[in-house]
Nanobody, 124 residues
């Protein structure tokens, strides 16, 4: 059974940067994709960035393209999200997800393994 755990959240000011990490463990052979999502209070879970673990080609949501970068270290079984030029609208709980995806990479319903989340707060 695959498990994922996020780390690296925190509080920053507008324009700052943070890097999130997601460590995967367990039966990682049963998944083909990993991604980052976020959810703010009262809003739906939003797909930010995701990739297939085999070719690592990234896909980004419109709200973060050009500011966030997703990367996967297969040897460490760790997924990263480098977040630059952060804005107050980026404030949310950030989640790492993994799964056997055969539809949209940024669709949260495609993923069956989720971490507990890490809070990111951006102040103006």
């Amino acid at each position: 059974q695959v498990r994922v755990a996020e780390s690296g959240g925190g509080s920053v000011q507008t324009g700052g940067s943070l890097r999130l990490s997601c460590a995967a463990s367990g039966g990682t052979g049963s998944l083909n994709a990993m991604g980052w999502f976020r959810q703010a209070p009262g809003k739906e879970r939003e797909g930010l960035a995701a990739l297939y673990t085999a070719d690592k080609s990234p896909f980004y949501g419109a709200s973060v393209a050009g500011r966030f970068t997703i990367a996967l270290d297969n040897a460490k079984k760790t997924l990263y999200l480098q977040m630059n030029r952060l804005k107050p609208d980026d404030t949310a709980m950030y989640y790492c997800a993994a799964g056997m995806v055969d539809g949209g990479l940024l669709d949260p319903y495609e993923y069956n393994t989720w971490g507990q989340g890490t809070q990111v707060t951006v102040s103006s």
